[in-house]
């Protein structure tokens, strides 16, 4: 059976999940994989980013690297990046046959698509890599990348999302990310002042070292990064992220000179692909209120819709400010989608919203939501 034919048959969304399931199957395999120096990043915001800027550094050093990130907008291919280049269909299928060979049955039957996807990921990891960047799932302490002996782990900006997996407040999330470290952790710039208090309060229990972005940086590195981003006219937001990236390099042993970098973010992140129309697949309110700041000032046709199961009530009273009309893009999906409960709550608001038909060339328009939303953007009204 092909992976595609595979990965078909196992759900995306799982209402329970079997914490004990990935680290035993793991264990039965791990003797088949040859692990290489691992960074595991965990957060809520940035993770992306960050991974692909850590990879591309590493890269440009000389170095053999893999960055495994999630989800995917257009193929399965985009998860997995060997050295600047999404990994091929060829080797994609060789992994899922070594795999395949080596699971027992109950693990290939059992093992989500998520946990399936990451042990495929390092089985072809396996191939004298020296390094990879482990970007987690919705999770830290127990997600599928969690298993693997790691050198560093990275916690980007923490805020609210998959409560109902990682706990219902900030510190019950930040608490369950942080539980996935083991011998050091780089803390990023934090919105929310007790994550830093959990990270020292952990980081004492586990004996791990303890690294803050804004520590390890000296102060003619902040000034670069703030030039690069400014002449490579990145969004501000991804200078937490450069940073971070930087700061792992340096704590790795690495000298990064960025004016010889050529660094670009992971496709999706308040990306400019007309020049009327900015794709984000942030969906959460932290995501907002970075993107209210990169438009403050200007208005935009929102084309927007959510899982019912998200914030979308705060995320429009955030974005509010940049707004000059929301159109709804239909999306069928089993978890079910919050059109009526965004149309009602634009009309509290006073805000026009439509179900989005077709592009208009006179129209500023910010596409925001999930991989799934944006996808459908993409594929049904982008590349006509």
């Known amino acids: 059976m092909t992976l595609k034919r595979y990965l078909d048959d196992k759900p995306l969304y799982y209402d329970k999940i079997d914490c004990s399931r990935m680290p035993r199957a793991y264990e039965s395999v791990k003797s088949h994989i040859n692990l290489p120096k691992i960074v595991q ?3 809520t915001n ?3 980013s960050t991974g692909r800027f850590t990879a591309q550094m590493l890269l440009q050093k000389g170095l053999h690297v893999g960055h495994y990130t999630s989800p995917h907008l257009f193929k399965f291919n985009e998860r997995i990046w060997i050295d600047g280049e999404d990994v091929s269909d060829e080797t994609l299928e060789l992994a899922h046959e070594k795999l395949q060979a080596i699971l027992n049955d109950e693990f290939k039957k059992s093992l989500s698509y998520f946990e399936y996807t990451t042990l495929l990921a390092m089985v072809i990891f396996s191939k004298n890599f ?14 599928a990348t969690t298993v693997f002996p790691k050198i560093l782990s990275v916690l980007t900006p923490v805020g609210y999302d998959h409560e109902s997996f990682l706990g219902e407040s900030i510190e019950e999330i930040a608490t369950t990310k942080i539980n996935s470290i083991q011998k050091r952790l780089l803390v990023s710039k934090q919105y929310e002042k007790s994550v830093y208090e959990i990270a020292k309060k952990i980081c004492d229990e586990k004996k791990a070292e303890l690294f803050f972005v804004e520590d390890v940086l000296s102060v003619e590195k ?3 990064i703030e030039n690069f981003i400014l002449k490579n006219s990145m969004p501000h937001f991804q200078e937490s992220n450069l940073k971070t990236a930087l700061c792992v390099l340096e ?13 670009s973010p992971i496709y999706g992140r308040a990306q400019k692909i007309s020049k009327n129309i900015t794709i984000d697949v ?3 309110p932290m995501a907002a209120k970075a993107l209210r700041e990169h438009f403050k000032g200007k208005k935009v046709t929102l084309v927007y819709n959510s899982f019912k199961d998200k914030e979308y009530a705060k995320i429009l ?9 929301v159109e709804i893009i239909k999306l069928e999906n089993a978890r079910g989608m919050a059109s009526e409960e965004i149309l009602d709550i634009c009309k509290q608001k006073g805000l026009e919203c439509t179900l989005f038909e077709k592009l208009e060339d006179s129209k500023e328009y910010l596409v925001f939501g999930s991989f799934l939303v944006v996808e459908k953007f993409l594929k049904d009204y982008f590349e006509k």
């Open 251 to 263: 704590i790795l042993g690495f000298d990064v000179d960025l004016g010889s970098m050529r660094l």
């Open 317 to 325: 009273d955030i974005l509010y400010p940049i707004i000059s009309k």
């Open 130 to 143: 020296d390094y990879v960047i482990l970007e987690a799932g919705l999770g830290g302490e127990y997600d």
């Open 46 to 48: 940035g993770k992306g």
């Open 222 to 224: 902040k000034r670069e």
């Open 282 to 284: 942030g969906h959460n």
């Open 41 to 43: 990043i965990v957060g």
